[in-house]
Structures are given as structure tokens and as C-alpha cells.
């Protein structure tokens, strides 16, 4: 059984700089692709960032740029750090976990899902 806990969520200041968490626990291969998404209310999920099963990071969206994925293998954890966040950003983020290697960025392509974490900018 997976299963996705994310956190470091919270209150921001605009301008700020938070890390997120995604911790993983039981078996998922650490070579599969991990992708942070965001969704606000009335909206569907967007994909915020993806690392693949070689560890060769993407972004993507309205945060490209403003957005780093990384990955520890060794703990299981993919990290979100954000930087330069605007009101705009506050949303609950989730992480997901897929069965390839390769990145993808569709809801539908992931297996695991985190039950999300709220970042709220002010």
C-alpha cells in the first residue's frame, strides 16, 4: 500500500519562498516520475512540476521558473521549493506518483495521490 503525505504548507507572505514536502512510504520504485500539482476551488488540478525516474526535473504552468523539484531517493521524499509566490498561488498543492519513468502531466496518468497541502498567500 502507497501512500503520499505531503506538507510545509501554510500562510506566506507574497514574495516568499516555502519548500513543500512529499514523503512516501511503503513500496513505490524511486525511479518512477513524481509531479507536484495545484488546484483552488472550482478548478481542476494543474501540474505545477515533475521529476522523472532519472531525476531530470521539469516545470511547467503559471510557476515555471519560479519552481524547483528534487528528490532524495534514499528517504523517499520529493521536495516543491517555491520561490517569488503571488496571492495567485494559494491553492491546495498535491503530489502524485505514476507508474513510468517519463514525465506526465495529465490527472488521469497518476496512480498515487498526496491529500494535499494549502499554501495561502497574502
Known amino acids: 500500500h502507497v501512500q503520499l503525505v505531503e506538507s510545509g504548507g501554510g500562510s506566506v507572505q507574497a514574495g516568499g519562498s516555502p519548500r513543500l514536502s512529499c514523503a512516501a512510504s511503503g513500496y513505490i520504485d524511486s525511479r518512477y516520475c513524481v509531479a507536484w500539482f495545484r488546484q483552488v476551488p472550482r478548478k481542476g488540478r494543474e501540474a505545477v512540476a515533475c521529476?522523472?525516474?532519472?531525476?531530470?526535473?521539469f516545470s511547467t504552468g503559471d510557476m515555471d521558473g519560479r519552481v524547483t523539484i528534487s528528490r532524495d531517493e534514499i528517504n523517499k521524499i520529493v521536495y516543491l521549493q517555491m520561490t517569488d509566490l503571488k496571492p495567485e498561488d494559494s491553492a491546495m498543492y498535491y503530489c502524485?506518483?505514476?507508474?513510468?519513468?517519463?514525465?506526465?502531466?495529465?490527472?488521469?496518468?497518476?496512480?498515487?495521490w498526496g491529500q494535499g497541502t494549502q499554501v495561502t498567500v497574502s
Open positions: 502524485a506518483g505514476c507508474d513510468g519513468l517519463s514525465c506526465v502531466y495529465g490527472v488521469g496518468d497518476f496512480t498515487y
Open positions: 521529476i522523472n525516474g532519472f531525476s531530470t526535473a
